[in-house]
């Protein structure tokens, strides 16, 4: 019985045909999921950028708004649209000394005899 020694030769490595898939698959994810990973980073840095440029400019258009708010409800601004606007100011009429009310800055002093009621009293036993 002879032993056919090239049997064993012809076969073909299939479990290292394996390895070597299942690594040039890892490897190969591995680098696409990078290369996502960078453009998803670049792709939201140019985002943030945008939105930056976008809340400066609304900034900047805030304060002029207010800066325009504030020069016409300035006393002078709503006396010249008084003076030429009689319609829209025909009911505003200024406020006399008697209507107002002037609360003082100093609370009063208790005195030291004063009976006060007391918030937390205990129950009697």
Known sequence: MSINRRRSANVLPVARIFFTALMIAIFGGGALYYVNAKNEVH???????????????LDIRNESVMSRIATLSSYESLRKRQSTEKEAFAQLVPVSEQFLVKIPDSIPRRV?????????????R
Request: proline share 4%.
């Open 43 to 57: 792709r939201l840095g140019q985002r943030m950028k945008t939105l930056e440029a976008e809340i400066h400019g």
């Open 112 to 124: 030291a005899s004063e009976v006060r009621t007391v918030s937390n009293l205990q129950p009697a």
